[in-house]
């Protein structure tokens, strides 16, 4: 008998969402992080691997990155899916960090190989690219303020009152 594993989860999973090679190899490498962290052991195994391949979708900007059929076979809601995307990103972080590096590096390293389509350099690009967008100013920017759109059930509430 065997124990079901993170990365026999993403497969099946992968199937489900229809990823591509380069979101199935970030989510594996998400996955691959999480195994040497002690917090992570609250989380089973194909709730890590949900959110592996949910916070792989938004980091590459796939769309709909967590979909009914997903949860349909995963069993998860976008909300607890999000919570362990989370912990999954305070692991991710770590991995920059020098103190804390040695302990990922040999993850790190595999997937920057071609083979794995060099994946665990796109977290490192996007911080990069976010540290080299302008900072805001003071000044009010049309693109800066907020708009609510309503929708039907907002209007039922209104007429309601």
Same mark, same amino acid.
């Given at each position: 008998?065997?124990?079901?594993?993170?990365?026999?989860?993403?497969?099946?999973?992968?199937?489900?969402?229809?990823?591509?090679?380069?979101?199935?190899?970030?989510?594996?490498?998400?996955?691959?992080?999480?195994?040497?962290?002690?917090?992570?052991?609250?989380?089973?195994?194909?709730?890590?691997?949900?959110?592996?391949?949910?916070?792989?979708?938004?980091?590459?900007?796939?769309?709909?990155?967590?979909?009914?059929?997903?949860?349909?076979?995963?069993?998860?809601?976008?909300?607890?899916?999000?919570?362990?995307?989370?912990?999954?990103?305070?692991?991710?972080?770590?991995?920059?960090?020098?103190?804390?590096?040695?302990?990922?590096?040999?993850?790190?390293?595999?997937? !920057?190989?071609?083979?794995? $389509?060099?994946? @665990?350099?796109? #977290?490192? /690009?996007? +911080?990069?690219?976010?540290?080299?967008?302008? !900072?805001?100013?003071?000044? $009010?920017?049309? @693109?800066?303020? #907020?708009? /609510?759109? +309503?929708?039907?059930?907002?209007?039922?509430?209104?007429?309601?009152?």
């Amino acid at each position: 008998m065997t124990f079901p594993t993170c990365f026999r989860f993403i497969e099946r999973f992968a199937k489900v969402a229809q990823i591509d090679e380069q979101v199935f190899n970030l989510a594996c490498y998400l996955q691959e992080l999480t195994i040497i962290d002690s917090h992570m052991k609250e989380w089973k195994p194909s709730k890590i691997a949900a959110a592996s391949i949910y916070f792989a979708k938004k980091m590459l900007q796939r769309e709909v990155p967590w979909c009914n059929q997903m949860m349909i076979h995963s069993g998860y809601t976008l909300k607890q899916v999000r919570e362990c995307a989370r912990a999954i990103c305070i692991i991710l972080n770590k991995t920059t960090k020098k103190k804390q590096n040695t302990l990922y590096r040999a993850i790190t390293d595999k997937y !920057k190989t071609k083979k794995f $389509l060099g994946v @665990a350099m796109i #977290p490192a /690009r996007m +911080r990069q690219e976010a540290l080299s967008q302008p !900072k805001p100013t003071n000044e $009010l920017h049309p @693109a800066a303020m #907020p708009t /609510r759109i +309503r929708d039907n059930s907002d209007a039922r509430m209104d007429s309601d009152e």
